[in-house]
């Protein structure tokens, strides 16, 4: 059977010159609680298995032992480990800052919430939105929609984050009609977006999701 999160240890860097890498990785979690059609998560690490205890512990004895102040959080997605995450780092007063995966759903639509990870220490979200047609997002089983996007992404660029957008081009029946509805997305909010990043489809008979 799977090991739990909390029986792993913490990452052992050894003698690698951690002074050199921009940031050190952590996580609290393996896998996904979603199944979108063209990912791998889900079906490599057979469903997702969160840590029971605090992230910020673990965090914090990292930043102790390789005196670093800047984290990836290596999850598939932390939209379940951000909040309390973000408010341990505000109130330990630490300078801890944070680059992770975020679901550009209805919690980061809330401005308030937002905030408050920018103030906990959130500098950069990846935002795996995909698509802006909505007829691909349901065949994605991404179970969100461009408004959605689109609030999310005001409201973390709002707070200071930086958004980092990934896109799939080519999915299955995607039409050019569809394809332009993702261009127009990304020009009417490119004031809201850092980066964006488009991946070319690839299916796989084996492994994703939504493999045969």
């Given amino acids: 059977s799977a090991l739990e999160m909390d029986d792993f240890p913490l990452p052992s860097y050894g003698q690698l010159p951690t002074n050199r890498y921009l940031l050190l990785s952590v996580a609290s979690s393996r896998g996904c609680p979603f199944e979108c059609s063209f990912c791998a998560e889900t079906v490599f690490w057979k469903g997702f298995r969160p840590k029971k205890s605090r992230l910020f ?3 914090d004895k990292l930043a102790g032992t390789y005196k670093r ?3 990836y959080i290596c999850d598939s997605l932390s939209n379940h480990a951000i909040n309390p ?4 780092i505000l109130s330990s007063g ?3 800052k944070l680059d992770c995966y975020l679901r550009a759903d209805k919690i980061c639509t809330n401005e308030e919430f937002t905030k408050k990870w920018a103030e906990g220490g959130l500098i950069r979200a990846r935002l795996g939105m995909e698509s802006a047609s909505q007829r691909i997002l349901d065949e994605m089983v991404k179970k969100t929609t461009p408004e959605n996007m689109a609030k999310s992404l005001h409201a973390l660029a709002g707070a200071g984050v930086q ?3 990934l896109w799939i081009v080519g999915y299955p029946g995607e039409t050019d009609d569809e394809f332009s509805e993702t261009l127009r997305f990304i020009s009417n909010n490119k004031d809201q977006i850092f980066q964006a990043d488009a991946w070319l489809f690839q299916y796989h008979p084996k492994g994703l999701a939504n493999s045969a």
């Fill in 57 to 59: 512990e673990d965090l």
């Fill in 69 to 71: 102040t800047s984290f």
């Fill in 85 to 88: 995450l973000t408010s341990d």
């Fill in 94 to 96: 630490k300078p801890y």
């Fill in 163 to 165: 958004t980092s957008t």
